[in-house]
């Protein structure tokens, strides 16, 4: 059986390739998917401080442009590490989750860190309007929270952290879907 060929083909649905972006495209059926990820690792966060210590480690090691999806339930803390992420880069304002806004833009530490919050829209197209592909450079962290809702309209993840929770404690797991993100991961797993 011959192997996908990996492509930087556009996306079907949202018409235009997003930088680096690698897909694998089935020759059979030219279904486009993203390359397995790597095996993940998994840290504890018992509390908020927790998450903001794992942020920061994310902000000194992390080189952009980069993509990161934070997945979870409500209340996971999915916000709570974009707001630390934001703040370890050196912006000493107001982080807001961009619940109702969609997206929120910071232009810290010589990143611009755009914060996606996908949790509200409807339909995946929506994304079009907020023109994200354009803002997003070669200095851009694009932080996505609830991806699933954005369909084929985001590019493919460099690192994925999942939120979740048992009755004893928070975790995070990491799971790299690029060579930067396997880097990214890495260098945060062997800080840590």
Request: hydrophobic share 40%.
């Amino acid at each position: 059986m011959p192997r996908p060929a990996i492509s930087s083909r556009r996306s079907r649905a949202s018409g235009a390739c997003w930088p680096r972006t690698l897909r694998a495209v089935c020759p059979r059926c030219s279904t486009v998917t993203p390359p397995a990820p790597d095996p993940a690792w998994q840290l504890a966060v018992p509390d908020e401080s927790a998450v903001a210590r794992l942020a920061a480690a994310f902000a000194a090691e992390l080189r952009p442009p980069m993509v990161v999806y934070l997945v979870g339930d409500l209340g996971a803390g999915k916000t709570t590490f974009a707001r630390a992420y934001v703040h370890a880069l050196g912006f000493e304002g107001y982080v807001k989750s961009p619940s109702y806004g969609l997206l929120e833009t910071y232009e810290t530490g010589g990143q611009c860190v755009l914060h996606l919050d996908l949790y509200r829209i409807e339909d995946p197209e929506e994304l079009e309007y907020l023109a994200i592909r354009d803002l997003y450079r070669g200095n851009s962290v694009l932080l996505v929270e609830w991806p699933d809702r954005g369909a084929n309209y985001l590019p493919i993840p460099d690192l994925v952290l999942e939120f979740s929770e048992t009755n004893e404690s928070r975790f995070i797991r990491c799971t790299a879907h690029s060579e930067a993100g396997r880097g990214l991961a890495k260098a945060v797993s062997d800080a840590g």
